[in-house]
């Protein structure tokens, strides 16, 4: 059987020293603290976090984002949420409708918003990743979804830069599903479908977010929400299971006992050839969508194994995530059985390489003298633009890895379609909006930046947020060649906290950094110092 990292990369991945399994043996206690939940825990049924669902084109929603205790089994942390869900609210949408979602902070630090994965624009009250919105302030986010748009599971999630890390592990995100994918891929349509959005937290003693947040300091890693739910199914059905890592840093690699996964889809689009795999691994921001077909009558674990980033990486240790039951409901009807797999022809496409418009190197490194990340040896700066592309282009990149760890490559506005993997071909099997770049290893991926909504401003990062909030993120435009790039240095609007201080972020918080990081041109000449 296979593996999936994105599917028949992982191979390569292991051969260069990460996600090792054999690295470190299950946590069951930490410090006399049992930390891994045993079957007898799965007393609750896995439950879908509060939904909001469009009407009549438009989804109105108002997301209040404030600190919160929340309960995680026999834990109260305090941890900072929308609306008060710490699994996430779910907000669903079809192509062609507008989502209008108001942000109200009452947050005692700056914070914002970014709907990962949509190809939307990047500008003014859009998916704007660069305006930062002030403790007290309010802002309306205005998403037209284009009728034409991939359908599939998305996520949004805080994006301020220099904290991201500790407030998406406080709980600020949530799931964001474009209906549409069981059209794709027919033989879904009939099935059950369960969304698995998977959440890390590092409690302190007090409940508090650990002030260095890292798995060796215990880590409670959960879906909506949930420590260790129940998973109801009878025998011999199939659901469809909607995984989403909505983690900061955390790789997740799921065995489900005595059971395969089939992965019909990837980061919000079917594969074009699904794939049976005993184990699915899935890293930070990435999505899944896989087929389970129950067994026999009887429990069976859903398991997060250990996981490895590498000699100067984390270990994450195993937890068993939840109880799959198979059980027979004489209230239902046997289950049908499952149809042919099939996926529609036009639901992904490669992007056309017979005419590349340049060729781009981009560089993931790291200091670990001075604890910064780096993309082409510099740290994020907001007021630099380090790449200007002229919208009509299509571009091949290699992404390469120089550090003792793996990175997650991620950009917003558009997907990518993956070439090779340390200079070996790698087969079309879907377009993705994240990857995994093995250590010392690279990737050369196709990008196409010829949607004209995506023209403005906006990001590229590694998806590792303790990596982006330490510098290893950068900025890229891509402008109407009859217009011209914009002027550099700041948009056109206010963006309090992009100078890594932002407004109150010097406040106490549950989620708040524990010492803000110095701002961008302060990080570069600390680099510029040891050279």
Not at 197 to 208: Q, R, T
Not at 341 to 351: F, G
Not at 354 to 363: E, G, L, Y
Request: proline fraction near 9%; glycine fraction near 8%; aromatic fraction near 6%.
């Amino acid at each position: 059987m296979k593996v999936l990292i994105s599917s028949a990369l992982l191979a390569v991945v292991l051969a260069c020293g990460g996600l090792d399994r054999a690295c470190a043996g299950q946590f069951d206690t930490l410090l006399g603290i049992r930390t891994n939940p045993s079957a007898s825990d799965a007393t609750a049924p896995l439950t879908t976090p509060l939904e909001y669902r469009s009407q009549n084109g438009e989804l109105n929603v108002t997301l209040e984002a404030r600190e919160t205790p929340v309960r995680l089994g026999k834990d109260l942390i305090h941890g900072a949420t929308y609306n008060g869900v710490y699994g996430g609210p779910v907000l669903r949408l079809n192509p062609g409708d507008v989502l209008h979602l108001r942000l109200i902070n009452h947050l005692p630090q700056a914070t914002n918003m970014h709907f990962h994965g949509l190809a939307v624009s990047p500008q003014g009250h859009g998916d704007n990743a660069m305006h930062m919105v002030g403790p007290g302030e309010t802002w309306d986010y205005v998403i037209p979804i284009p009728k034409d748009h991939p359908p599939g599971v998305y996520w949004f999630h805080t994006h301020a830069h220099s904290f991201a890390e500790r407030q998406l592990m406080g709980g600020l995100s949530g799931t964001l599903v474009i209906e549409g994918f069981q059209d794709e891929v027919p033989a879904t349509k009939p099935l059950k479908e369960r969304l698995f959005a998977l959440k890390e937290f590092s409690p302190n003693p007090k409940g508090d977010l650990n002030r260095v947040p890292k798995p060796f300091n215990r880590d409670i890693k959960t879906i909506n929400g949930q420590l260790m739910p129940r998973v109801d199914i009878q025998p011999g059905e199939t659901q469809l299971w909607r995984f989403s890592d909505q983690t900061a840093n955390t790789y997740f690699r799921l065995r489900l006992e005595g059971h395969d996964f089939t992965v019909v889809g990837r980061d919000s689009q079917p594969v074009v050839q699904p794939e049976r795999v005993q184990e699915l691994m899935i890293g930070p921001s990435q999505r899944a969508d896989v087929l389970v077909t129950a067994g026999p009558a009887g429990p069976y674990k859903l398991i997060s194994e250990t996981t490895s980033t590498g000699p100067v990486g984390d270990i994450f240790p195993a937890q068993n995530m939840a109880l799959m039951v198979s059980a027979r409901d004489p209230a239902r009807p046997p289950p049908a059985p499952l149809g042919p797999i099939e996926v529609s022809q036009t639901a992904t496409k490669p992007i056309p390489g017979d005419r590349i418009d340049a060729q781009r190197t981009i560089i993931f490194s790291e200091d670990p003298v001075t604890g910064l990340f780096f993309i082409n040896h510099a740290t994020f700066d907001h007021t630099r633009v380090d790449l200007k592309v002229p919208l009509g282009s299509i571009e091949e990149w290699t992404v390469r890895n120089a550090s003792e760890e793996l990175h997650t490559f991620h950009i917003h506005q558009v997907k990518f379609q993956v070439i090779s993997l340390n200079g070996k071909p790698v087969p079309f099997d879907g377009l993705v909006d994240t990857v995994n770049v093995p250590i010392h290893g690279e990737l050369k991926i196709r990008l196409a930046f010829t949607d004209p909504k995506i023209v403005g401003r906006f990001m590229y990062h590694c998806h590792i947020l303790e990596h982006e909030d330490k510098g290893m993120m950068a900025q890229i435009e891509v402008y109407d060649p009859k217009v011209g790039p914009m002027p550099d240095g700041d948009m056109d609007m206010s963006m309090p906290g992009m100078d890594h201080r932002g407004a109150g972020a010097d406040r106490a918080s549950p989620v708040a950094a524990a010492d803000m990081p110095a701002s961008a041109t302060d990080r570069e000449n600390a680099h510029a110092s040891q050279h």
